[in-house]
Every structure is written in C-alpha cells, then in structure tokens.
C-alpha cells in the first residue's frame, strides 16, 4: 500500500532537505548548507516529485542482494565512498571492489554520505581516468 506524500512549498522542500542532508555530512567536515539549499531549490524548479524518495527507499529495501553478480566482472571500475558514511557501511564498497576484478577503491577518511566540495577534484580525476580505460 503506497502512501501518498504531502505536497510542499518550495520552500518548505528546501528546509526539509537542508535539515535531512546535514545528517549525512561527516563530523568535523564544513556543512555546505548554502550550496545544499541551492541544489534542493534547483532539484525543485527541474520537477518536484514527492513520491520519488519514498520510491527509491522502498526499491532499495526490496532489492535482492548483486554481490554475487559482480563477481567475474573485469571491466574499468572505480567504487568511491565516505569512510563515516551512516546510510552505507564502507565495507559493503570494499566487498564491491573485491567482487569486480580491478576495480579501484577509494575510501575517503572524515567523508560521509555527501560528497564534499574539497574531494571533486580528486573524485573527476579517478572517473576520467576510469573513464579513459
């Protein structure tokens, strides 16, 4: 049985994301507030969905478990992730890297679900490189 979402201001939809998304900035890490409340107005203006996390959440609880599918991959991977992530344990990125041959891993110390401004540099380096093979 689906539940049907409340409809919200933009505004009220800016306020929940900036409350909700600095649970998943890492302690001692800046909270890029300014740049959060931008994006969600954005994500807003683009195509308000309210239904859309609801969704997602509910697909990834039903999801089977992939593991075992990614074993005898061989083909240009790059598995990044916080090392403070609280939505993902980092290990589940390790066991990945593990299943796909070659794959490259990079585990950002003092990261947590949201990937910080001063890590993008780094983060279009290893996708292009990635990328490239």
């Known amino acids: 049985m689906s539940v049907v979402q409340p409809r919200l201001s933009r505004a009220e939809v800016i306020e929940a994301s900036a409350t909700v998304q600095r ?4 302690d001692g890490r800046p909270w890029e507030e300014a740049w959060v409340r931008e994006a ?5 203006d683009r195509g308000y969905a309210p239904d859309g996390l609801p969704r997602q959440w509910a697909a990834l609880l ?27 344990h980092w ?28 890590l993008w540099p780094d983060v279009v380096t290893a996708v292009t490189r990635n990328a490239r093979a």
């Open 40 to 44: 969600a107005g954005v994500a807003y």
């Open 23 to 26: 649970h998943y900035y890492a």
């Open 91 to 118: 290990r589940a990125a390790v066991e990945m890297a593990t299943a796909i041959e070659g794959a490259e891993l990079r585990v950002y110390a003092g990261m947590g679900h949201m990937l910080p401004e001063e």
């Open 62 to 88: 039903r999801a089977p478990d992939r593991l075992e599918r990614l074993r005898g991959l061989a083909l240009p991977t790059v598995i990044m992730h916080g090392r403070e992530d609280t939505s993902l």
